[in-house]
């Protein structure tokens, strides 16, 4: 069965920097096309980041330059770097996998909780 | 960007139909994924490419696109079905997935 597991969250400071770790089981994320998605306390779904199975990566408007999408395949994790913390990235962020460029995320993590503050 | 709309909610009797709409620019030409999300709980996909269903699905849940409007069916509605239903598009010329604001469904 096709698991995702996601851990880093916490609380950080305006600023600050954090990571976030999804550890795949019964698949593997180098051969899939992963994301993270967020959503902020009462409010929707919002696509963060994505990495597809050749490598490329593409980020939302709103995390461009500040994160980092990157995947560790002899440990079948993703990762996403988070520099320059605000408080709107306050959020739950779940990874999710699809099996193609535009296939749905039909494995989805219980996500893990960011949330930033002074 | 290309931007999805949702109405923020749809209320609906057990055992009737609740319709919930998507609309985007040409949406018919693009496929588009269906997710529910209970409270506390991670989405789960109920419709992908417009129409088809995960077999874990029930037959009660259908999907339609066409023009400017993607639809999610759910027939026979039951109190399980309540949450919040959310769209979801790739957006071929930015390389972006789009999820639409979300549809609160009440069972009344």
């Known amino acids: 069965e096709a698991q995702l597991v996601e851990t880093g969250g916490g609380l950080i400071q305006p600023g600050g920097s954090l990571r976030l770790s999804c550890a795949a089981s019964?698949?593997?994320?180098?051969?899939?096309?992963m994301s993270w998605v967020r959503q902020a306390p009462g409010k929707g779904l919002e696509w963060v980041s994505i990495i597809y199975s050749g490598g490329d990566t593409y980020y939302a408007d709103s995390v461009k330059g500040r994160f980092t999408i990157s995947r560790d395949g002899s440990r079948n994790t993703l990762k996403l770097q988070m520099n320059s913390l605000r408080a709107d990235d306050t959020a739950v962020y779940y990874c999710?996998?699809?099996?193609?460029?535009?296939?749905?995320?039909?494995?989805w993590g219980q996500g893990t909780t960011v949330a930033v503050s002074s | 960007s290309y931007v999805l709309t949702q109405p923020p909610s749809v209320s609906v009797a057990p055992g009737k139909t609740a319709r919930i709409t998507c609309g985007g620019n040409?949406?018919?030409?693009?496929?588009v994924h269906w997710y529910h999300q209970k409270p506390g709980q991670a989405p789960i996909v109920v419709i992908y490419y417009g129409s088809d269903r995960p077999s874990d699905i029930p037959e009660r849940f259908s999907g339609s696109n066409s023009g400017n409007t993607a639809t999610l069916t759910i027939s026979r509605v039951e109190a399980g079905d309540e949450g919040d239903f959310y769209c979801?598009?790739?957006?071929?010329?930015?390389?972006?997935?789009?999820f639409g604001g979300g549809t609160k469904l009440t069972v009344l």
């Open positions: 019964g698949f593997s994320v180098s051969l899939n096309y």
């Open positions: 040409n949406i018919g030409s693009k496929s």
């Open positions: 999710a996998r699809s099996e193609s460029m535009a296939d749905a995320f039909d494995v």
């Open positions: 979801q598009v790739w957006d071929s010329s930015s390389d972006h997935w789009v």
